[in-house]
């Protein structure tokens, strides 16, 4: 079936740190990939996306490229911020006769302290 | 710009109590969604609706009903409420036929004692 698998977390950093969120996803036909956060007290937004191999999304500093030969979809930002504190959650579009039906991960608590 | 709105934002009720979550959007989008957040479990897909006068389970239905009342609203009904059933609930819409952007509503918690 369709599966999207990222890190566990908390992730807890500094400010002005690395960040890499590790997602996976079942390789089942041609997928969109997507990163959606959550900050506290408020619904998903999207994040960032990519509907094809080799594609990179990209917003707020934060980049994600989308790998099919490893089937990993990983979320990074050079230098975090306390702002950035949120949930974040990688999701599988598969598309087609899906009607929009995203598979979510379990989500990943970012923690940024100053 | 108001997008998604649910409500009630928060809610507690006693087992076997009843309440009807509403939603409504004002984007146009055909596609409404319901999804309920646990922790360590992500989003779970309860029912969704393609369009007006349509709507299928998702991955975990069983205790709630749905109704797309109009092409705005998608309302979600707890028929006889359980523990089982304290979660945060997430209203979403999309407007494309062939994407996977969502748009979320602020969420409603949901506590059965």
């Known amino acids: 079936g369709n599966s999207v698998t990222q890190m566990e977390g908390p992730v807890t950093l500094s400010e002005e740190a690395f960040l890499t969120i590790n997602c996976t996803y079942t390789a089942t036909g041609y997928p969109s990939l997507f990163w959606y956060v959550q900050y506290p007290g408020e619904g998903l937004q999207l994040l960032l996306k990519?509907?094809?191999?080799?594609d990179k999304g990209s917003n707020k500093g934060f980049e994600a490229t989308y790998r099919k030969e490893t089937t990993s979809f990983h979320l990074e930002k050079g230098s975090v911020q306390v702002s950035d504190s949120a949930v974040y959650f990688c999701?599988?579009?598969?598309?087609?006769?899906?009607?929009?039906?995203?598979?979510f991960g379990q989500g990943t608590i970012l923690t940024v302290h100053p | 710009n108001a997008g998604v709105t649910q409500t009630p934002k928060f809610q507690v009720l006693k087992t076997g109590q009843s309440m009807t979550l509403q939603c409504a959007q004002d984007m146009n989008h055909n596609s409404m969604y319901w999804y309920r957040q646990d922790p360590g479990m992500g989003l779970r897909l309860i029912y969704y609706s393609a369009s007006e006068g349509t709507t299928d389970k998702g991955e975990v239905p069983n205790g709630y009903n749905v109704s797309r009342l109009n092409k705005r609203e998608f309302s979600l009904r707890l028929e006889s409420a359980a523990p089982s059933q304290t979660s945060v609930y997430f209203c979403?819409?999309?407007?494309?036929?062939?994407?996977?952007?969502?748009?979320f509503g602020e969420g409603s918690r949901l506590t059965v004692l």
């Open positions: 990519a509907t094809k191999a080799d």
């Open positions: 999701a599988r579009y598969a598309g087609g006769t899906s009607y929009g039906k995203l598979t």
């Open positions: 979403a819409s999309k407007g494309g036929v062939n994407t996977g952007e969502l748009f």
